[in-house]
C-alpha cells in the first residue's frame, strides 16, 4: 500500500517534519440552544509520523472526541481532518469506512476477539474480510515485535488479558495502517500485562516506524509516548516532549478539576497502607 506523506512547517528554523493526521480548527458540538455542549473548541493539532503520541486530560477534557474525530470514527461540528495529505471532513460513509479499513488501525480496551477463531486467525482477520492479500514478511515482523510467536495457534479463551490485548495490537498493525490509535488500550490489564503491552506499541513505534497515538488517563502509560497532549475543556492547554511519569502526573495535577484525584497506576493514596484496598 502507498502512504501518501503530508508535510508542515515545524518551528522557524525551515525544518518540515511528515504529519500522519491534523486537526485546524476543529468544533465538536453536541445539542443546541442551552443544551449545546461544546466537547472540542477550535482545537489545532499535528500529529506526527512515525511518533508515539499520548492524549491527556480530565474526565469530560474532549480527550476521546478529539481521537475520535482525527480517526473519522466521528464527525466534526466545524473545522477540518487530514489524515496523511487526504481532508476526510465531509467524507461520504462509503469512503469513510474504506478509509478508516485501509489506512487506520485501533485498539481499545475491548480485545473485540472472535472467540471461535485462534490469534493467527484473528489477527488476519479485517484483512481477510477486505479480500486483501496478506503480506507475510511483515506480519512476521508484527507477531515477532508483540511477543506472539508461540501463542497463534491459540483461541482466546486460552489467553491471558495481556496476550488477548496483545493478538489485538497485532491486529491493528498487521495491515501496515499509517496510523493506529489506541482508546486506553491497557484500561483492563493489570500493571505487569499493561507494562508488556505498552512496551510492544513502544517496539512498534521504535522498530517498526509506526504511528501511534493513545489516549490514557495513567501517567505511566503516557511516559512510554514521545509526546504528551493535555485538554482541558475541548482544547489543547499544553503539552510535553520526553515524558516521564513523574513529570506527566505533575503537569496532570495542574489541570484537574477540584477534587479530583490524580495518581500513577499502582501509586497508593495518600495515608494508605501496603495491600490495602484503593
Same mark, same amino acid.
Given at each position: 500500500?502507498?502512504?501518501?506523506?503530508?508535510?508542515?512547517?515545524? !518551528?522557524?528554523? $525551515? !525544518?518540515?517534519?511528515?504529519?500522519?493526521?491534523?486537526?485546524?480548527?476543529?468544533?465538536?458540538? +453536541?445539542? =443546541?440552544?442551552?443544551?449545546?455542549?461544546?466537547?472540542?473548541?477550535?482545537?489545532?493539532?499535528?500529529?506526527? %509520523? $512515525?511518533?508515539?503520541?499520548?492524549?491527556?486530560?480530565?474526565? #469530560?477534557? $474532549?480527550? =476521546?472526541?478529539?481521537?475520535?474525530?482525527?480517526?473519522? *470514527?466521528?464527525?466534526?461540528?466545524?473545522?477540518?481532518?487530514?489524515?496523511?495529505?487526504?481532508?476526510?471532513?465531509?467524507?461520504?460513509?462509503?469512503?469513510?469506512?474504506?478509509?478508516?479499513?485501509?489506512?487506520?488501525?485501533?485498539?481499545?480496551?475491548? +480485545?473485540?476477539?472472535?472467540?471461535?477463531?485462534?490469534? /493467527?486467525?484473528?489477527?488476519?482477520?479485517?484483512?481477510?474480510?477486505?479480500?486483501?492479500?496478506?503480506?507475510?514478511?511483515?506480519?512476521?515482523?508484527?507477531?515477532?515485535?508483540? !511477543?506472539?510467536?508461540? %501463542?497463534?495457534?491459540?483461541?482466546?479463551?486460552?489467553?491471558? $488479558? #495481556?496476550?488477548?490485548?496483545?493478538?489485538?495490537?497485532?491486529? /491493528?498493525?498487521?495491515?501496515?495502517?499509517?496510523?493506529?490509535? @489506541?482508546?486506553?488500550?491497557?484500561?483492563?490489564?493489570?500493571?505487569? =500485562?499493561?507494562?508488556?503491552?505498552?512496551?510492544?506499541?513502544?517496539? =512498534?513505534?521504535?522498530?517498526?516506524?509506526?504511528?501511534?497515538?493513545?489516549?490514557?488517563?495513567?501517567?505511566?502509560?503516557?511516559? +512510554?509516548?514521545?509526546?504528551?497532549? +493535555?485538554?482541558?475543556? !475541548? %482544547?489543547?492547554?499544553?503539552?510535553?516532549?520526553?515524558?516521564?511519569?513523574?513529570?506527566?502526573?505533575?503537569?496532570? %495535577?495542574?489541570?484537574?478539576?477540584?477534587?479530583?484525584? *490524580?495518581?500513577?497506576? @499502582?501509586?497508593?493514596?495518600? @495515608?494508605?497502607?501496603?495491600?490495602?484496598?484503593?
Amino acid at each position: 500500500m502507498t502512504t501518501a506523506v503530508a508535510e508542515t512547517w515545524t !518551528g522557524g528554523d $525551515g !525544518g518540515r517534519a511528515a504529519v500522519a493526521a491534523a486537526a485546524r480548527q476543529v468544533v465538536k458540538a +453536541y445539542g =443546541s440552544g442551552e443544551t449545546r455542549v461544546v466537547a472540542l473548541d477550535r482545537v489545532d493539532v499535528d500529529i506526527e %509520523r $512515525g511518533a508515539f503520541t499520548a492524549i491527556m486530560g480530565p474526565s #469530560g477534557s $474532549g480527550k =476521546s472526541t478529539l481521537m475520535h474525530c482525527l480517526a473519522g *470514527l466521528d464527525t466534526v461540528t466545524s473545522g477540518s481532518i487530514r489524515v496523511g495529505d487526504q481532508e476526510i471532513t465531509g467524507l461520504k460513509d462509503k469512503k469513510l469506512t474504506r478509509l478508516r479499513r485501509d489506512r487506520i488501525g485501533f485498539i481499545f480496551q475491548a +480485545y473485540n476477539l472472535l472467540p471461535t477463531l485462534n490469534a /493467527a486467525e484473528n489477527i488476519t482477520l479485517p484483512m481477510d474480510i477486505a479480500g486483501r492479500k496478506v503480506d507475510r514478511a511483515w506480519l512476521g515482523r508484527v507477531v515477532d515485535t508483540v !511477543g506472539l510467536g508461540g %501463542r497463534l495457534k491459540h483461541r482466546p479463551n486460552q489467553l491471558s $488479558g #495481556g496476550q488477548q490485548q496483545r493478538v489485538a495490537v497485532a491486529r /491493528a498493525l498487521a495491515a501496515r495502517p499509517e496510523i493506529v490509535f @489506541g482508546d486506553e488500550p491497557t484500561g483492563n490489564l493489570d500493571s505487569r =500485562s499493561g507494562a508488556e503491552v505498552l512496551e510492544f506499541l513502544r517496539r =512498534s513505534v521504535d522498530e517498526l516506524g509506526q504511528t501511534m497515538v493513545m489516549v490514557t488517563h495513567d501517567p505511566v502509560a503516557a511516559a +512510554y509516548a514521545d509526546r504528551v497532549l +493535555y485538554l482541558a475543556d !475541548g %482544547r489543547i492547554v499544553d503539552e510535553m516532549h520526553r515524558p516521564t511519569a513523574e513529570k506527566v502526573l505533575d503537569r496532570m %495535577r495542574m489541570f484537574a478539576p477540584a477534587g479530583e484525584p *490524580l495518581r500513577a497506576r @499502582g501509586e497508593r493514596p495518600a @495515608g494508605a497502607v501496603a495491600g490495602s484496598a484503593s
